[in-house]
């Protein structure tokens, strides 16, 4: 079993900067992809940005340029960097671990967290 605590999420004034962080604890060595989904009111889940344990991401069109995903082996930690917010962002924000490839089905994702709230003012 692996265990995914985020945090970091808040409230922002447009243009604004976040990062979040998603801290896995357990069964880690099962793990190759970490990604960022979110989930706005009213609207289906989404990929944000995933990476594989060698380093290749794969990023929503929406989020291009603005947020980075990155993470720290050593640590069992991936964070979100995201910069530019824009009200549309605003969501619950959801770290997911995944055994399989970098462009895996949210389905396949085997473990999530609780969720951390993104809330950007215009």
């Known amino acids: 079993q692996v265990q995914l605590v985020e945090s970091g999420g808040g409230l922002v004034q447009a243009g604004g900067s976040l990062r979040l962080s998603c801290a896995a604890s357990?069964?880690?060595?099962?793990?190759?992809?970490m990604g960022w989904y979110r989930q706005a009111p009213g609207k289906q889940r989404e990929l944000v940005a995933a990476?594989?344990?060698?380093?290749?991401?794969n990023y929503s069109d929406s989020v291009k340029g603005r947020f980075t995903i990155s993470r720290d082996n050593a640590k069992n930690t991936v964070y979100l960097q995201m910069n530019s917010l824009k009200p549309e962002d605003t969501a619950v924000y959801y770290c997911?671990?995944?055994?399989?490839?970098?462009?895996?089905?949210?389905?396949?994702?085997?473990?999530w967290g609780q969720g951390t709230q993104v809330t950007v003012s215009s």
């Open positions: 997911a671990a995944a055994r399989g490839v970098l462009k895996v089905a949210e389905t396949d994702y085997d473990y």
């Open positions: 990476m594989t344990n060698d380093g290749s991401t």
């Open positions: 357990g069964s880690t060595f099962s793990i190759n992809v």
